[in-house]
């Protein structure tokens, strides 16, 4: 009779080589690879809540927000896990008796298996898609260096997604209002800003110093002498100011020349009718024209002007 395919077996409380187990055996305070600080009872009590999970019946999180891995990184993290094992467990939540789904911890999943690991100790969480969703979101902004772009476009999943006003998000993900604004922005420039932002090409000081022009050629423009000029942060901001100067001076020109018009015809009207006339005009082209008079005569004396 053939063999039947084994049903994958949790493990409880593992030892995690030289990783978390050279931690438990150390009375200092120690440093995680989140950069998180905690006390070695701390570690002990996290120490009781995980399982190693086979990484084959670890699904990838559709949720997910990060799209790059630097692949040089990730080598790096597998080498790191061959020698110190996983210091940071994962966290899944489980679909069916065998099966689980990553919520956070994508990269680490990517180097144990380069490492090649065939478990992984993982933190078994329970949600439905939308909490799933929300937890995925942010912890991965809590704890991967995300991309601004990759990070403005979770604030954006959260609010659209998950019904959260910014007040709220800034809440949940530990910034202020402002913040959250400030990255959300970037996500109105155009595809060639945002991907050279996600590729490292310019910083989030450029991009917003580009978000405050209207143009998208303008934006394009700069963009692109920021890559063949290497323009520091400081002077793309000098140019935004330098080129909202010129259009606002180029607006007030017809303004000036419109007004110097009506003057001139004002002041023509004013002699004929030997009176202070005014004429007003509005921004949509409309306006009147005012022409006062002292008297019954005086007006009389307008009218036959005017026939």
Known sequence: MADEKKTPQLKKRPAMGRGLDALLNDNRTVTTDLGVSQELEELRLLATKFNLIPVEVIEVNPFQPRTEFNSDALRELSESIKVQGIIQPITVRQLDENTYQLIS?????KASKM????EIPAYIRTGNDQQMLEMALIENIQREELN????ALSYQRLISECNLKQEELGDRVGKKRTTVNNYLRLLKLPPDIQA????GKLSMGHARAIIN???IDVQLSIYNRIIKEDLS??????????LADTEEKKAATPK???DFALLQVQSKLA?????????KKGMDNKGEIKIPFVSQDDLNRILDLMN
């Open 271 to 279: 002699n004929r009718f030997g009176a202070k006339v005014q004429i």
């Open 148 to 151: 601004a772009v990759e990070i």
């Open 213 to 215: 022009v209207d143009n």
């Open 105 to 109: 911890g994508e990269r680490r999943l």
């Open 256 to 258: 000036k020349n419109a």
């Open 233 to 242: 942060v400081r002077k793309v901001e000098d140019l935004v100011r330098d």
């Open 115 to 118: 490492a090649g690991l065939t």
């Open 196 to 199: 050279g932002l996600r590729d």
